[in-house]
Nanobody, 126 residues
Framework: QVQLVESGGGLVQAGGSLRLSCAAS????????MGWFRQTPGKEREFVAAISWGGSSTYYTDSVKGRFTISRDNAKNTLYLQMSSLKPEDTAVYYC???????????????????WGQGTQVTVSS
């Protein structure tokens, strides 16, 4: 089993920045492909960004390209999401997710990730 814990959420003004972190524990010796998803009330959880085990492959949803950067530090078992030029529509609960299957490739599919964190709230005020 792998446990994931997000941190770094908060309240920020539009145009500001935040960095989310996701610490992995448990079977961290397993290679994990990881991703960030977000969800607002009344809507389905949506894909934000993903990164492969070695970090060589990344993928972003169109709405965050050029503003968000996903990265990881495998020595620290930590995933990051640097968010810049934040907009009110980025307001959501952000979740990190991990999977061991096909860890060398990225996935945008929520159903492919068996491991999830509890989420961290990001609120962007206008």
């Amino acid at each position: 089993q792998v446990q994931l814990v997000e941190s770094g959420g908060g309240l920020v003004q539009a145009g500001g920045s935040l960095r989310l972190s996701c610490a992995a524990s448990g079977r961290t010796s397993s290679r994990l492909s990881m991703g960030w998803f977000r969800q607002t009330p009344g809507k389905e959880r949506e894909f934000v960004a993903a990164i492969s085990w070695g970090g060589s492959s990344t993928y972003y949803t169109d709405s965050v390209k050029g503003r968000f950067t996903i990265s990881r530090d495998n020595a620290k078992n930590t995933l990051y999401l640097q968010m810049s030029s934040l907009k009110p529509e980025d307001t959501a609960v952000y979740y990190c997710a991990g999977r061991t299957l096909s860890a060398l490739v990225v996935s945008t599919q929520e159903s492919s990730y068996p491991y999830w964190g509890q989420g961290t709230q990001v609120t962007v005020s206008s």
